[in-house]
């Protein structure tokens, strides 16, 4: 798993996602892929109601709020 794969995991845990209804995949060029769901956020590439594409710098803005 990558770096940036770890950190996303670790920051999107840290959000209150419980009341969030589906799965969505974030996939991560060149990096993996990471899954959110009612339970929390995992680094895993798996079948999701909506996926996102993005570079690795671009997803790291995402996640800054940028």
């Known amino acids: 798993m990558s770096d940036v794969v ?3 995991v670790t920051m ?3 959000k209150d ?3 969030f209804d589906g799965t969505a995949k974030f996939e991560i060029e060149g990096e993996g892929a990471v899954m959110i769901d009612s ?3 995992r ?6 109601d ?4 993005a570079d690795a710098d671009t997803f790291q803005s995402i996640l800054a709020g940028d």
């Not at 680094?43 to 999701?48: F, G, L």
């Not at 909506?50 to 594409?53: D, K, P, Q, R, Y």
């Open 6 to 8: 770890t950190q996303a």
């Open 12 to 14: 999107l845990n840290e």
């Open 17 to 19: 996602v419980s009341g």
């Open 39 to 41: 339970a929390g956020a």
């Open 43 to 48: 680094a895993a590439d798996e079948a999701a």
């Open 50 to 53: 909506v996926t996102m594409t």
